[in-house]
């Protein structure tokens, strides 16, 4: 009987999905310990499907899982069983997975693929601007932050230099902040105003040109390229579309309601045809302080003091005292990595909610199609479909045309139906009456923006309303609730769509839905991914096809599925994140706040061909840390390694990892790029 790793820094149930206390507190206010924000009575996508899991799981019931065994331990780890697929030889495997597969593990430190090398790109503090100082913990400050890389890198995104050999644009999201493992001697109950404006300098994104080794594949800051920049929470940022300027945005520093400073938690994002990058703002309630609007709960936003404590220092944070602060964050915004002197843009349009990534994809007539997820249990995934054409070209008119694609068109929200009738979909694994795993879906519009104006489509609210509460909206038109929608990519190869459905600890209890023992994962503390197929294979299609690509878990377990392929050719995988494409289609996973014992990682998965489901694990991080971004490029793999040594517990005196220069150094958030020791493409 395979055995798998003990869970390392094991949340309680009062923090049951997947992460450490300490993560649920820094990260998003603690909302898996919050009460369910959304109380709709819509569908819930786990009825649909919980039959289905059950179903495939018995058809593809697989072999035992190899055991490997961990070697060793590391200081801060435990070392212990490791499980891990059946070995595989370098030459099998789809085209672009053409690796020995990484086993399981909680090594403190990123480990790859024999045959692999890797280097630290740039770590949190590193100076990146012009004057900025060397990064020094014990004397650090507003100012200085504010000219060096920032802490938590989440979403990468490496851009072309044109008429620079060997260089790229590296612009990074920096998610939160971790101070009691930034601050020695940090006091939670009682921060300075000191600690606070280093926090809000941490906050944001960085964009920093990089430069690589031809001879090893690595890549290495430039410092003070005129590229280089920081936004922080304190930058000023543009509010833009449909509800720019409306009376919920209007605040006391800002009357227009069309200026805010500032962007928080930025999760994941996109890339640009046009040549600009976008980043979703996520867990923003947590910022927020004393609030006591139903508007506000819908958004898990509190009705007491924050963690951070900054609405001590600054009244926009205190709800009670700006009420409508609050509504200048959650939307996703634009930022043009090329034009240092340029002011970001929140695109309203693509609605307010806890937008984890926004990706693109173009119509055959050039109009662009974002797709975002809204990170919350028993939330909705949307699309934007532009009414505006993308323009070829570099000239100012060019680009300012472009920089205007996203406040055009309609938002609209996912609702999905299931095939087979309600009465077979029990989640006791019988088999429904039509033999079928799969279903159909269709785009609700909510608002429409036009040059002239906005059109509501939900009774009962405005098209200010519809974009400024785009969560009430979907609950009125019976959006599907999901498992908590992370990123959504859609595939440049095949053009399906992929939804990451991370995981709900809540599926089963209470008034949830209920499962049994034919789906054993009663709290669906694994997550699984949904793959959409759009009408005609086109983006502004208003209805879609979508089945069950992966279901996350331990091989082992009957309820996992990962598209057919055989179960003991594959990595476990556990609460899948951000997703990629490597140029030969195959989807790159990066997990977060894996279930099984071992560290998270990044996986790759054909989604085509005989080989379709072949999933296999590419690397793992640090102790306490989470794998972000991801970029997989013919020759290099680059992610973000976010908050290693986030344990319960764990501080600046008590750090839980040393990663990533050894002890008796602060542990700092950090880049990574990885490539073949032969200079070959990646998996082949």
Partial sequence: MRKLLPIIGTPSAAHPGGRSAMTCRFRCGDACFHEVPNTSDNAYVGDVISGALSRRSMMRAAAVVTVATAAGTVAGTVGAPAASAAPARKGDGARGLRFDAVAPNTTD??????????????????????????????????????????????????????????????????????????????????????????????????AVVVEEDRRTGKLTPVPRHHLNRRVTATTEFRLTGPAAGSDLLKTSADPTGTKVLGTLNNCSGGTTPWGTTLHGEENFNQYFANSSRPTDKRYGIGTGATERKWERFDKRFDVAQEPNEVHRFGYVVEFDPYDPSSTPRKHTALGRFKHEAATVRLTADGRPVVYSGDDERFDYFYKFVSSKRMKKGSGRAVREHNLSLLDEGTLYVARLTGDSPAADIDGSGKLPADGEFDGSGAWIPLATATADGAVSHVEGMTADEVFVFTRLAGDKVGATKMDRPEDIQPNPVSGKVYVVLTNNSNRGVGANAKADEANPRTANKHGHILELTERRNRPESLTFAWSLFLVAGDPDDPATYFAGFPKDQVSPISCPDNVAFDPHGNLWISTDGNQLGSHDGLFGVATRGERRGELKQFLTVPTGAETCGPIVQDRRVLVAVQHPGEIDGASVEKPASTWPDGPGRIVRPAVVAVWRADGRDVGV
């Fill in 109 to 206: 430190a990123v480990v790859v693929p024999d045959g692999y090398r890797q280097n630290v790109v740039i770590r949190w503090g590193e100076p990146i601007l012009r004057g900025a100082p060397a990064f020094d913990p014990e004397r650090q400050t507003a100012a200085a932050q504010a000219g060096q890389f920032g802490y938590n890198n989440d979403f990468l995104a490496l851009l072309p230099l044109p008429g620079e050999c060997d260089r790229q644009l590296l612009v990074a999201n920096h998610e939160y902040t971790d101070e009691v493992l930034m601050f020695r001697g940090y006091d939670a109950a009682d921060p300075t105003r000191q600690q606070v404006e280093v926090a809000w300098a941490a906050h944001g994104l960085s």
